[in-house]
């Protein structure tokens, strides 16, 4: 009666949730032993019926007759593991849980999909499945954590998905990380979701350093974990003669946003390597570096190495910097490399207005290369004419506060060059004044 009763409900008129409570009791204590011998068929039929209450009440049924998994049939089976509605799937998993690990095992997307519900009890249960069965079988945590990989690259369908994902993947599943190939973990590594990431640190320190090249370490050292980080210090650390020998690609090290690698990449590079390895080029590069403690790095070693049959090339690359601290620290080298050259103060004229163009910054830079141009101008006519040229095109632009040193400066030219085509001319002052009456 009470089967036939709720084979005739329907989803327009269900009771209340108390009236199934009570069908429960009834089923599962006074009339106990009739439930057990109700048919696969009948069961079958109520987790069909379209209302929930129906289908969960055929679902505890069938639980509460204990039957061995593998006698379930295989449709009365995947109808209550693969419902639609929680509280139908959530008995599912406990009757997968009654199988034997051999068929579990047998069972890695289903258990995958059941770890990524987006109900809370059932990923519970479905990692207590995955933690008993992948204890003992090696194949089975291979199929697992490649069946629950790519899902960690997805954004989650529910709060807590991507927790217990990480959680089974960095926990239960270690025996499995040897078949994670150093291409996957790289993507894991390098991946935009944080739960990749987190299974990727969790996996890196189980590598060698040698799996990846120096260039890979550097990209590692500004990654946003720290163990990750760390790993890629031991790699330089340990592996000195390897870097050594990749060194312009092991600087990328000092281009990260984090500190710790920084201080760490700054202190091994001024501790581990000389004149050899600090050429011209990968001390411009330090000092080309956007970064004020690389920059002032790059500074001190190019003081300390440099070559005074590269000052031309320091200087002119020096000069495209637009960062003021190194446009100050490239006026340093005018006086020795550019003084007399027309064809250096060429290439440097970009340089030259760059700095003077600059508003309420740059004092002291500005005062030492207008100097230095009012005197080279001095000495040769056609440094003058490149001189006079910047004079003028300043003297149009910038702030008024600078331009009385450079109308000046076009006046001591053309003192100087009367030749010179300049935008100045000069007005006899009119002589005012009282004259006396003749009488």
């Not at 199929?143 to 960690?152: F, G, I, K, T």
């Not at 080298?333 to 030259?352: C, I, N, R, W």
């Not at 508003?359 to 500005?366: F, L, P, S």
């Amino acid at each position: 009666r009470i089967l036939s009763y709720a084979m005739a409900q329907e989803i327009e008129s269900l009771p209340e949730a108390g009236v199934w409570d009570e069908c429960s009791r009834t089923l599962f204590n006074p009339l106990a032993d009739q439930s057990k011998q109700l048919s696969f068929d009948v069961i079958n039929d109520l987790v069909q019926r379209p209302p929930v209450p129906v289908q969960k009440l055929g679902a505890e049924i069938l639980a509460f007759q204990q039957h061995n998994p593998a006698d379930i049939p295989e449709e009365l089976f995947l109808v209550i593991i693969q419902s639609p509605h929680p509280e139908v799937r959530a008995i599912g998993v406990r009757l997968l849980a009654g199988m034997s690990d051999d068929e579990l095992a047998k069972m890695p997307q289903l258990l995958a999909e059941l770890l990524l519900s987006p109900d809370e009890p059932i990923r519970l249960e479905a990692r207590k499945i995955i933690q008993r069965v992948a204890r003992n079988s090696t194949a089975f945590a291979e199929a697992m954590l490649q069946e629950l990989l790519p899902h960690s690259f997805r954004s989650e369908k529910a709060e807590g998905i991507h927790e217990i994902l990480v959680a089974c993947i960095t926990e239960d599943l270690q025996r499995a990380w040897p078949k994670v190939d150093k291409n996957q973990l790289w993507r894991l590594l390098l991946a935009q979701s944080k739960a990749a990431q987190r299974i990727g640190a969790a996996i890196l320190p189980s590598r060698q350093h040698q799996q990846y090249s120096v260039r890979q370490w550097a990209q590692l050292g500004k990654n946003p974990s720290q163990s990750v980080r760390e790993w890629a210090q031991t790699a330089y650390t340990e592996n000195l003669s390897l870097v050594r020998s990749q060194f312009p690609p092991a600087l990328r090290l000092l281009d990260t946003d984090w500190d710790d690698s920084r201080r760490f990449a700054i202190a091994y590079f001024r501790e581990h390597f000389s004149a050899e390895e600090w050429t011209p080029d990968t001390l411009i590069l330090l000092c080309d570096s956007v970064r004020d403690d690389v920059q002032r790095m790059g500074r001190d070693l190019l003081r300390e190495f440099f070559q005074e049959d590269q000052g031309e090339h320091y200087l002119l690359r020096l000069s495209q910097h637009p960062a003021r601290n190194v446009q100050l620290f490239a006026s340093e080298f005018l006086q020795t490399y550019a003084s007399g050259d027309a064809e250096v103060m060429a290439k440097l004229q970009p340089y030259f207005i760059t700095v003077l163009s600059a508003v309420n910054q740059g004092r002291i830079a500005k005062e030492r290369i207008l100097d230095f141009l009012l005197s080279e101008a001095q000495k040769d006519h056609s440094i003058a004419q490149q001189v006079a040229g910047i004079l003028e095109h300043q003297s149009v632009t910038v702030a008024i506060r600078d331009k009385s040193r450079f109308i000046q400066g076009m006046l001591q030219l053309q003192q100087q060059y009367p030749d010179l085509s300049l935008p100045i001319k000069h007005h006899k002052p009119v002589v005012r004044g009282f004259q006396a009456e003749l009488s």
